[in-house]
């Protein structure tokens, strides 16, 4: 079976471009989190949806920071304008329902960005 | 401050030689769960254990849970170069649906 699917797998970019990010999560999982991972602060969960429903934002960083799942198969992260504090590996992970409980999720290799 | 924090921070052993992990995390669990890094690729999830298990295998994977301590140890036996890796453990917020938290991560160099 296909994993999660991301990309670009790399993008390099100037500051105030308008960066997206892709994600084809794993066919019949319910949840989709997205992800970003630096040096300084780890692995940082952004946002993630349930049945392309956003469920918790919190993790966005700003405004610049927009995610979108208009169906169950297709996922996008959008930084709008960039800038270089945005450079780091953004991960998308999905994973099934498991009712009450957390179920393991399975993460995409990443897109590593950077913003120039 | 995050949930989890794993000790120590990066490990260097022999092949051969057993590794061991440790996570420490604040408040209540439902699960706690393990995964494993390769350089330059995404998260592998190893093992998940409930909060009412003390004990996991799994292959040469043992992972052990202590509530009371609000700790957990993975174990690595026998370990091999292929083992190298960056290990990060991760915890639920109990009633925190579906949202982990991940710690900083050891990251362990097992040498031929």
């Known amino acids: 079976d296909a994993g999660v699917i991301q990309s670009p797998r790399h993008e390099v970019t100037e500051m105030g471009q308008e960066v997206t990010l892709r994600c084809k999560p794993i066919?019949?999982?319910?949840?989709l989190f997205w992800y970003r991972q630096t040096m300084m602060r780890g692995l940082e969960l952004l946002i993630y949806?349930?049945?392309?429903?956003?469920?918790?934002d919190s993790g966005m960083p700003e405004d610049r920071f927009s995610a979108k799942m208009p169906n169950a198969s297709f996922s996008t992260l959008k930084i709008q304008p960039s800038e270089p504090r945005d450079s780091a590996v953004y991960f998308c992970?999905?994973?099934?329902?498991?009712?009450?409980?957390?179920?393991?999720?399975?993460f995409g290799d990443g897109t590593r960005l950077s913003i120039l | 401050s995050q949930q989890g924090e794993e000790d120590p921070q990066a490990l260097s052993i022999q092949e051969g030689e057993n590794a061991t992990m440790n996570c420490s995390y604040k408040?209540?669990?439902?699960?706690l769960q393990w995964y494993r890094q390769n350089s330059g690729r995404g998260l592998v999830h190893l093992i998940l254990?409930?909060?009412?298990?003390r004990e996991k295998h799994s292959g040469r994977l043992r992972v052990t849970l202590d509530t009371s301590k609000k700790s957990s140890s993975l174990l690595i036996t026998a370990s091999r170069a292929a083992d190298t890796a960056s290990y990060f453990c991760?915890?639920?917020?109990?009633?925190?649906?579906?949202?982990?938290?991940f710690g900083a991560g050891t990251r362990l160099a097992v040498h031929p």
């Open positions: 992970a999905s994973s099934p329902e498991g009712g009450n409980s957390n179920q393991p999720q399975h």
């Open positions: 066919s019949g999982h319910d949840y």
């Open positions: 949806f349930n049945n392309n429903v956003p469920i918790d």
């Open positions: 408040t209540s669990i439902n699960n």
């Open positions: 254990i409930r909060s009412n298990e």
């Open positions: 991760a915890t639920d917020l109990s009633g925190g649906y579906n949202k982990l938290i």
